[in-house]
C-alpha cells in the first residue's frame, strides 16, 4: 500500500481548506439587496435613510450656529465702533473743558498786550511773546478763534449783549467784540461775545 493511501479519507488537503473560503457570503455594500430603499448611494458611499436625515439635521444647526456667529460679529463690531466712538467724545469734552478753563488768562494777555505804552519797553515785548506762544499752543490744540468783527450776526458762534443802530454798519453786522469766541473742530467751546447794529 502506497503512503498517499495509507491518509484517512476525511483528511482535509490545502485544496480542500481553500475551497469553503471561496464559498462563503460577501459582506459589506454587495451583502445588501438592491431595490428595498433602505440605503442611498452618493458619490461612492452608501448611507442607511437614518443618516441621510441625521447629516441634514447637521446641516442645518450648521446654518443656524454660522448665522449666530455672523450676527454675534456684526454686534461686536458695532459695540467696539460705539465704544471707540463714545471714548473720544469724551477725550474731545474733557480737553473742551480744560482748554475753557485757560481763556480767562488768554483774555488777561490780550488786555495786556492791547494797553498803550512804550512798544519798546521789555515788559511790553515780553508780554507780546508770552501771548503768541500762548496763541501758538490753542493752535497745536486745534482751537481756532471764531471771526466776529465785520460778520453776520450768528447765534450759533456769538452772544449778543448790546445793540446800536449805526448807518455805517450793515443789518446784523458784529460791530464790536468784547470777548473772543473760540471753537475746537465743529465745536463752539466759548461763544463770542458781541455787539450788534442795526
Known sequence: MSEESKKPLDEETPETQAAPAQEAPQTGETAEKPGKGKKKKEKGYTFTREQVEQMELAAKQLESVKDQFTRLTAEYDNYRKRTTKEKDNIYQDAKADTIREFLAVYDNLERAVATEGDDDSPHKKGLEMIFHQYQEILKKLGVTEIEAKGQTFDPEKHNAVMHIDDESFG???????????????????RHAIVQVAN
Open 171 to 189: 443789518e446784523n453786522e458784529v460791530a464790536q467784540v468784547f470777548q473772543a469766541g473760540f471753537t475746537m473742530g465743529d465745536k463752539v467751546i
